[in-house]
């Protein structure tokens, strides 16, 4: 049976000794039918140059198929030219052969299990960033993303096994990181996850962003651990 694994952000080459084989020696054993999925700020499609070549190259010599949500830091403009198919029930920016971005709003069937996917967050140090360059308002779903996501959501009747998104619900935010709110972005999308958490059916939530480790109910923070979805 094929295996799935998560992880938190990866940003490039600075977060990727996660998936080293030293320090997750499992990949030795996998094939390019299992899964590693990166929950956003993936950035190895951030400006189409030469560094964007060599990470693509490292991810695709992995003996896995890699998978990516959107974060805040991707070059979302980039992205959105790229051509979209369908993969696995749900919609898909196809980087490679062995590497796919999971796009937002939409339900897909991975080794068995039905997984939704909501990416995006917004960025904290947005005003040190140069719009076009270091930063994208797409960084936050649009409304025909948050459309998609209810159409795909009531197709399924509203029931998954696995949510993967970059950030949290509101609520999970707010009970986590209290009294460290005044660096914690809630706005429209953490309303609509919030939203989300109390409406669907689903098993656990898997996601990034906060570059910190916690668990509380269903819901997963990652940053530098690789967790395998049995």
């Known amino acids: 049976m094929a295996h799935l694994f998560v992880t938190g952000d990866l940003h490039g080459d600075h977060d990727w000794s996660k998936l080293n084989t030293e320090n997750f020696p499992i990949q030795k054993e996998l094939t390019k039918d ?10 190895a499609v951030w400006d189409g140059g030469k560094t964007d070549k ?9 003996s896995y198929t890699t998978l990516f949500v959107a974060g805040n830091h991707e070059n979302h403009e980039l992205l959105d030219a790229m051509p979209i198919t369908e993969w696995h029930g749900g919609k898909v920016h196809k980087i490679s052969d062995s590497i796919y971005h ?10 068995g299990k039905k997984v939704f996917v909501m990416g995006g967050a917004e960025s904290s140090d947005k005003e040190h960033r140069k719009e076009g360059i270091s930063w994208w308002p797409h960084e936050l ?11 795909n959501l009531g197709k399924n009747d ?11 619900p509101e609520t999970t935010v707010t009970d986590m990181f209290m009294p460290k709110m005044s660096v914690r972005k809630l706005n429209d999308l953490t309303s609509f996850l919030d939203m ?8 656990d939530w898997y996601f990034g ?3 910190e480790e916690s668990d509380k109910g269903k819901f997963h923070l990652l940053y530098n651990s690789v967790v395998e979805l049995k």
């Open 54 to 62: 060599y990470l693509q190259k490292w991810h695709n010599s992995k």
């Open 102 to 111: 999971l796009m937002n709003g939409q339900v897909y069937e991975l080794c």
């Open 196 to 203: 989300i958490a109390q409406t669907i059916s689903y098993k």
């Open 34 to 43: 299992d899964y590693v999925v990166v929950l956003g700020d993936f950035g």
């Open 158 to 168: 509203y029931k998954v096994d696995l949510v993967f998104t970059h950030c949290a």
């Open 209 to 211: 962003h906060y570059h």
């Open 141 to 151: 779903p649009t409304l025909d993303e948050y459309n998609e996501a209810y159409k």
